[in-house]
Nanobody, 115 residues
């Protein structure tokens, strides 16, 4: 059974920071491409950041320079460091693992940016 579990979300003021974690079980994380998505109420789920199995990273333009995605394969964990947070970053953040036809999702963790 495959499970992805996100953690680290919470309430933070604008300009603050948060570190999200996604810990996987049931898969070999090192060979999966790992993504973070987010979804705000009434909006489509959008891709935030990717770290490929080879270690290459990609970011959406709206978070570039503020967020950092990383992975620790031995811990079966992927991180998303969120810095300089804005109210528009408020969303549920989801972890996603992809390998060819395999595609797994976590339950999400809520990030709320508000003063």
């Amino acid at each position: 059974q495959v499970e992805l579990v996100e953690s680290g979300g919470g309430l933070v003021q604008p300009g603050g920071s948060l570190r999200l974690s996604c810990t996987a079980s049931g898969i070999t994380v090192s060979i999966y491409d790992m993504h973070w998505y987010r979804q705000a109420p009434g909006k489509q789920r959008e891709l935030v950041a990717t770290v490929y199995s080879a270690g290459i990273t990609n970011y959406a333009d709206f978070v570039k320079g503020r967020f950092i995605i990383s992975r620790e394969n031995a811990k079966k964990t992927v991180y998303l460091q969120l810095n300089s947070l804005k109210p528009e970053d408020t969303a549920v953040y989801y972890c996603n693992a992809v390998l060819n036809k395999f595609n797994y999702w976590g339950q999400g963790t809520q990030v709320t940016v508000s003063s």
